[in-house]
């Protein structure tokens, strides 16, 4: 007699899919993901991620929320460190997390994803991470996390290292070997003369 396949019994089905997607990011791209895929991974039917997804922009924004929330734990290892060795941690941890998961780091800063409004959550990781690097940015410009200085200047290490992140992935011409990589110290080094600029543009 064929066996026939045991029905999908989990604890928490949306935590499968995300699971899935997750992995199967790792082997192809944004644009080739589907439900019907993530569901035949998982081993459901077609119809059971619809449950918890309404189409692929909510899975998406589910992984983005995973990798947000990743990065904050990342971040959380950098508490109560010296405002220098703070930045040069969240560098480090940043750059070391998009490298290692591109796919994954594309949907969390990519185009993939719009009408933020509809995932309050992700808006809530997302914000979160942010916060940190913002926090780090004012002890860097030794200012308050209101002052726009401060703010400025998260926004700008956001983008240098979401830069080179980005850059060792779409241009790797340029990236010949692992050395020609700014490490973690070399980033803090050069935002410490940007945040320099900030809190004295006379200098």
């Not at 983005?64 to 560098?91: C, D, N």
């Not at 940190?132 to 726009?148: P, Q, Y």
Request: hydrophobic share 45%; net charge negative.
């Amino acid at each position: 007699m064929t066996a026939t396949k045991a029905p999908y019994h989990h604890g928490n089905l949306r935590v499968a899919l995300v699971d899935a997607a997750w992995d199967l990011l790792r082997k192809g791209d944004v644009e080739s993901l589907s439900l019907r895929e993530v569901a035949k991974t998982v081993g459901v039917s077609p119809n059971a991620p619809y449950r918890h997804f309404e189409d692929k922009q909510a899975l998406l924004a589910a992984v983005a929320e995973r990798g947000f929330a990743e990065l904050v734990e990342l971040f959380k290892a950098s508490e109560g460190m010296p405002p220098k060795l703070r930045l040069t941690a969240i560098t480090c941890a940043y750059l070391d997390y998009a490298t290692a998961q591109p796919a994954a780091y594309r949907v969390m800063v990519g185009k993939h994803l719009h009408n933020f409004a509809n995932y309050p959550e992700l808006e809530r990781t997302a914000s979160s991470a942010f916060m940190t690097v913002l926090e780090v940015s004012a002890g860097a410009v030794g200012c308050g996390m209101d002052d726009l200085r401060a703010v400025r200047g998260a926004m700008t290490l956001w983008a240098m290292v979401h830069g080179l992140a980005m850059l060792s992935e779409d241009c790797p011409i340029l990236m010949t070997s692992p050395e020609r990589m700014p490490d973690g110290e070399a980033l803090a080094a050069v935002f410490a003369l940007g945040a320099k600029a900030l809190s004295d543009p006379t200098s």
